[in-house]
């Protein structure tokens, strides 16, 4: 150790790679503070002396971490680290990212929706969280930061029976009516069904066999499934069946445009328009996949064949979306028990004939 012109005090580290670092202080109690929390930080494995930006790790990230997923995840990743995190901690050093930096980016995603904002942070909780792992940062500073909720109504998730049957029956056009059929009577993801293609219709059966998703407005060439579990082969119910005799065979494709091309994303949206225009309710794409599993629980479909059914990698994921129909169902039975008490037998009559439509 030694006192310098200026007045401070410096004292030379050796490092654990043989590196050797100087620290400074006014006093000789700081100066030994210093060095001590440097051989502490050694010890737990940082790379001491990192200067490492929030943008240059990001970068490293993507490259190394998320290269290899399908392209609409990585389009979701860089859209939320480019959008809503870039402005706040590009520049910043790894090292000096504290919480309230991480709350700030949230702070300015907070009227966004909840969907958004979970895409923020597990973006950031990621990027946080591989840098620790690799020696540049000791602690992760979004640890403990949470999304804000938004109270407002929840919206509807699935058609019921006589709306399935009503939108069905409304359908004009082959090939809408050909893919709300898919999604609705097999469970299939917009990007399954658009995938499909003939040859993967083996008698009462089909196999899933590749997807077709849109990056932007351009199509994704890899076609990868979303999941191992998503490659399944599944029943196709009497109502879909007599829908594909009636499907006209325009290309490989069983979904394709209107001349018999693959389609695009614009051709999608027209034929959505389609489904719009003529449904007797409000209806969204993934309305008909969660209507399909909720015809799997009002059927009494044990859990373990609606998670090979509907190809979720995860039971637990089966598990969300029962546990919620059932907890639809107690409503339901409390409102016909108030029925009851308020109106005697006859009620008794209806909540039975309830009860009993449950169950089966």
Not at 193 to 219: H, P
Request: aromatic share 6%; proline share 3%.
């Amino acid at each position: 150790m030694k006192k310098r012109k200026d007045g401070r005090y410096q004292k030379k580290v050796t490092l654990s790679d043989g590196r050797q670092k100087l620290v400074y202080g006014r006093t000789i109690a700081e100066v030994n503070q210093a060095a001590d929390a440097l051989r502490d930080q050694d010890k737990q494995g940082l790379v001491v002396g990192d200067t490492t930006t929030v943008d240059e790790w990001a970068k490293t990230w993507f490259a190394t971490y998320k290269s290899d997923l399908r392209a609409n995840t990585q389009a979701m990743y860089r859209n939320a680290y480019n959008v809503h995190i870039l402005p706040y901690l590009a520049t910043q050093r790894l090292r000096d990212v504290r919480p309230v930096h991480i709350q700030q980016v949230m702070k300015g995603v907070a009227g966004l929706s909840d969907s958004m904002q979970h895409k923020v942070l597990l973006t950031m909780r990621q990027l946080f969280t591989t840098a620790r792992q690799n020696g540049l940062i000791l602690t992760d500073p979004t640890e403990g930061v949470k999304t804000t909720p938004h109270a407002k109504p929840q919206k509807k998730t699935h058609l019921t029976l006589e709306e399935q049957e009503a939108l069905m029956a409304n359908l004009s056009d082959p090939r809408a009516r050909c893919f709300v059929g898919l999604c609705l009577y097999c469970g299939l993801r917009r990007e399954e069904a658009l995938g499909l293609q003939w040859g993967d219709i083996q008698g009462d059966k089909l196999t899933v066999n590749r997807s077709v998703a849109f990056v932007g407005t351009l199509v994704d060439t890899s076609q990868e499934l979303k999941n191992k579990a998503s490659h399944r082969t599944v029943p196709i119910p009497q109502p879909l069946q007599a829908i594909l005799k009636e499907t006209p065979r325009l290309g490989i494709y069983v979904v394709t445009r209107a001349a018999g091309e693959p389609m695009t994303q614009s051709g999608f949206r027209r034929m959505w328009d389609i489904v719009k225009r003529e449904a007797p309710c409000e209806v969204r794409a993934h309305m008909l996949r969660h209507s399909y599993a909720t015809n799997l629980y009002r059927a009494g479909i044990d859990l373990k064949t609606a998670q090979y059914l509907l190809g979720h990698s995860s039971i637990e994921m089966t598990a969300n979306v029962y546990t919620h129909l059932a907890k639809e169902d107690t409503a339901a039975s409390v409102i016909q028990l108030e029925k009851y008490l308020a109106g005697g037998s006859q009620a008794m009559d209806d909540f039975s004939e309830s009860s009993q439509k449950v169950v089966r």
